[in-house]
C-alpha cells in the first residue's frame, strides 16, 4: 500500500509561481512513477506531468498545455515528487492530485494505482 499526501496548493496570480509536494509513505518497488494530474470545475481529469524511475534511469512526461512552465522532480531520499508551477495562467486553476503506480507508457488516470486527496491551486487574473 501507498500513501500519498500532496501540499503547496494556494492562491496565486496569473504570472506566478507555485510547487507542490506529493510525500509517499513508501515506495514498493526499485522502478516507479508518480503523475500529477488535476481537475477543473466540470471537467474530466486530466494529466499534467509524470516522473518515473528505475534504477539510476529517470524519465518526464508532460502534457503540452504546462511543457516549458511546469517542472515535474524528485527528492529520494525523502520519498518526495515536487511539481514546480511557473507562468500560471488562469485556465491553470484546479484540485491538483497526485499519483503512483508501476512504470508504464500510458498515462490515463485509470493507469494510476494510488491517489492522494488534492490540493486545491487557484490563478487570479
Known amino acids: 500500500q501507498v500513501q500519498l499526501a500532496e501540499s503547496g496548493g494556494g492562491l496565486v496570480q496569473a504570472g506566478g509561481s507555485l510547487r507542490l509536494s506529493c510525500a509517499a509513505s513508501?515506495?514498493?518497488?526499485?522502478?516507479?512513477?508518480v503523475a500529477w494530474f488535476r481537475q477543473a470545475p466540470g471537467k474530466e481529469r486530466e494529466f499534467v506531468a509524470d516522473?518515473?524511475?528505475?534504477?539510476?534511469?529517470?524519465?518526464?512526461k508532460y502534457a503540452d498545455s504546462v511543457k516549458g512552465r511546469f517542472t515535474i522532480s524528485r527528492d529520494s531520499a525523502k520519498n518526495t515528487v515536487y511539481l514546480q508551477m511557473n507562468s500560471l495562467k488562469p485556465e491553470d486553476t484546479a484540485v491538483y492530485y497526485c499519483?503512483?503506480?508501476?512504470?508504464?507508457?500510458?498515462?490515463?488516470?485509470?493507469?494510476?494505482?494510488?491517489w492522494g486527496q488534492g490540493t486545491q491551486v487557484t490563478v487570479s487574473s
Open positions: 499519483a503512483a503506480a508501476i512504470p508504464g507508457n500510458s498515462y490515463r488516470a485509470n493507469d494510476y494505482r494510488y
Open positions: 513508501r515506495y514498493p518497488n526499485i522502478a516507479y512513477r
Open positions: 516522473i518515473s524511475w528505475s534504477g539510476p534511469y529517470t524519465y518526464y
